[in-house]
């Protein structure tokens, strides 16, 4: 089956400038999940959603980041605008609906950001 | 709350040696923990989680991992390093009882010589 993808892999913006990053989850997944990961950090959950509704934002810094899931498939993470410190590898996972730990997190291949 | 400290930030050992990656977790609830692998360039993998069942847990690649709740502790073992075994590692702990967020630590980079 297809992976998570997501794009771009790589973007470049100066600070204060707007960026998007777009997720296609797994065909079929319910969970989304949008992850910053900081270089020498682990991933650290910004957002989880569940269809098209949002279960946790807690970690998410509403003052410049925002992401929706329309129609409960593909996903967009927004960040407006860009500080230095937001550089890092967005990551997407999905994972089917299920019972506890029954089914595992299914992540992309990130999207690495540089804010210069 | 929970969460999860990587005791070492970079373990090196010989092809054919044991590994061993150190984790211990701390949870309100009875937790369910993962270890995660990310290899240079692609995407986070699972090895192997813990759910409540059998405290030895057996993963890919040969590696297994043992819940100590009395250590509080979740080390990620493996018998025979092997050079594609080179890699970062996360433990990881849920975030909630439902087990559908998680906590990753910081990684532990794990070297291979030959």
């Known amino acids: 089956e297809a992976g998570v993808a997501q794009s771009p892999r790589y973007k470049i913006i100066e600070k204060r400038q707007s960026v998007a990053f777009w997720c296609n989850p797994i065909?079929?997944?319910?969970?989304l999940y949008w992850y910053q990961q900081i270089l020498g950090q682990g991933p650290k959950l910004l957002i989880q959603f569940q269809n098209n509704g949002v279960v946790d934002d807690s970690q998410l810094p509403k003052d410049r980041f925002s992401a929706e899931r329309l129609k409960g498939v593909d996903s967009t993470l927004k960040i407006q605008p860009a500080k230095l410190e937001d550089s890092a590898v967005y990551l997407c996972?999905?994972?089917?609906?299920?019972?506890?730990?029954?089914?595992?997190?299914?992540f992309g291949p990130g999207t690495r950001l540089t804010v210069t | 709350a929970q969460s999860v400290t990587q005791l070492d930030s970079h373990v090196s050992v010989s092809e054919g040696t044991p590994v061993l990656l150190r984790c211990n977790y701390s949870s309100s609830y009875s937790p369910s923990l993962f270890w995660y692998v990310q290899h240079p360039n692609k995407g986070l993998q699972l090895l192997l989680k813990y759910t409540s069942a059998a405290t030895l847990v057996k993963g890919i690649n040969g590696f297994e991992a043992e819940f100590k709740k009395s250590e509080t502790s979740f080390h990620l073992t493996k018998p025979s390093a092997h050079m594609s075994d080179a890699a970062e590692y996360f433990c990881v702990v849920s975030r909630n009882q439902a087990g559908t967020a998680l906590i990753f630590g910081k990684g532990t980079t794990l070297s291979v010589s030959s």
């Open positions: 065909s079929g997944h319910a969970t």
């Open positions: 996972a999905s994972r089917q609906l299920g019972q506890r730990d029954t089914y595992e997190q299914y």
